[in-house]
């Protein structure tokens, strides 16, 4: 489902991302690591056609996204760590806006909308601006606007942020209900626990380069830890020497 060959992004004559080679399955749920700098963002921009690459190819669904950007884009969803949304339309509004952009029928989407909104908690404040909601409220938000449409490739910019627990709880059933029914997670995040609990494998970035990848298994046996933490420790330590 998503593919990249030898893929490269330089800033100002320095490589974020460099000989990147990512095989990411149907269903099958990833997290991409690493610390501050490392490229994950830049990462998840090239691979939702935010950014283009310097060289290399990306591929998803088998669709090469340079030439098939429209195609692509139609299959899946990006949820920032910063959300973006029009502050000055309602939730209500916004939601209708996005589903009419990927043409869901109309019963439909209105059906969809009141569902998200009654599992998160947001149905009193359906009416209300944007830019009268909480950081957190946005968030919520932004991911129902990406359920919204099924994509079938999800990208997370560090999902969790400025949730609260009954949020995280929700979020973390509802993405592995729909890794099950089939959907397609790439997330980038610095909280070890989190991708411990939901990922099927693991790839650790440093200064742009895919330096550890596989399932938590298979890092314990070739890293000789534990814990996920011990192992992401252990790798960037080693290199930063």
Known sequence: MVKTINLYKSFNGKWAVQNLNLHIKKGEFY????????GKT???????????????????????????????????G????????????TAQEFLTFIGNIFKIDKK???????????????ITYRDC???????GMRQ????????????????????????????IHLIKH???????????ILMCTHILSIAEELSHRVGILHAGELIAEGTLEELRRNIDKTSLEEIFLTLTKNLRK
């Open 31 to 38: 997290c991409l690591l690493g610390p501050n700098g490392a």
């Open 140 to 167: 919520k938000i932004v991911y129902i606007s990406n359920f919204l449409h099924e994509p079938e490739v999800l990208f997370i910019d560090e999902p969790l942020v400025g949730l609260d627990p009954q949020a």
């Open 174 to 184: 509802l993405l592995l209900e729909k890794v099950k029914s089939g959907l397609t």
């Open 108 to 122: 439909e989407l209105a059906k969809k909308i009141e569902y998200y909104f009654d599992i998160f908690g947001l």
């Open 42 to 76: 830049t990462t998840l921009k090239l691979l939702t056609t935010l950014l283009r690459p310097s060289r290399g190819k990306i591929y998803i669904k088998g669709l090469d996204i340079e030439k098939y950007p429209y195609e692509s884009k139609k299959i899946i």
């Open 129 to 135: 601006l944007l830019k009268e909601y909480s950081h």
């Open 78 to 89: 990006f949820i920032p760590d910063t959300p973006f949304i029009y502050e000055n339309l």
